[in-house]
């Protein structure tokens, strides 16, 4: 029986198919318009190929070329698909499946909290609770803090500065202990160190004898909130806080990604 060399054509569409995504992915990651050559490196094919990808992609409107300068960027069908998309993208909904698995690992209440730019303030819109008896009652879709707790400052530490420090500056006393809210001045280090680390940690600031662990979601228009696991001090011993830290902020960087968010 002899065997051809030549790919069968449902191998050779799928082929086509999956570069031609891939083609997309590099358009829709580049910060302007891209050249062949940069799209022929970036995916490791021919010239030739990249050229014959894009044209079939400019063909349906998804790629759009820039006068003489042989550059290519995203086209209006891209642009529409994109926006459809993104209008019917509920961000709770998908972090839902993420706050489970947290929640299942550590077997604690794992909460979403979803920035409100409007109202400087987050909202927890997304939850799921391990077997611990004791659970803490805790608001869901009612705006909340950025200032106080792990989950606030998770998302205040990516504000711009000025917008954080007019939210700091307006800020009222702690709900869990009453005191009053801190300055810029001593604020200021400890935002500089969540973005170092990429988490944020916090004890009996939103409620009493807890203590949270908060690593901060985006989407390509910047933090669009945080995942945060909250427990009572005394069952979240300090030498679990850095593995737990990291372990949420991994799964706000896959979260991230799969909303579009380019992240260093």
Known sequence: MESSAEPSS??????????????????????????????????????STAHRLLQLLKKEDFVESHGESRQYGVGPAF??????VLAGTSVPARAQPVVEAIARRFDETVLFGHYLPAEGALAFAARADGEQKLKYLIDMN??????????????????????????????????????????????????????????????????????????PVFTSAGVVGCLCLTSPKARMPHASTQAIGEHIAEHARALSHELGASLK
């Open 79 to 84: 642009y529409r698909v994109a926006a459809r």
């Open 10 to 47: 449902v191998d050779a569409g799928t082929g086509t198919v999956s570069r031609a995504v891939q083609l997309l992915a590099v358009l829709a990651d580049a910060k302007g318009p891209v050249t062949v050559k940069q799209v022929a490196d970036r995916l490791q094919l021919p010239p």
């Open 142 to 215: 009612r705006p909340l803090s950025l200032v106080w707790g792990a989950s606030g400052k998770a998302i205040l530490a990516y504000l711009p500065p000025e917008r954080a420090r007019a939210l700091v500056a307006s800020e009222g006393p702690s709900p869990a202990t009453g005191a009053p809210a801190p300055q810029w001045s001593d604020i200021e280090p400890e935002l500089a160190a969540i973005r170092q680390r990429g988490w944020a940690i916090s004890e009996s600031e939103k409620l009493p004898d807890a203590r949270g662990i908060a690593a």
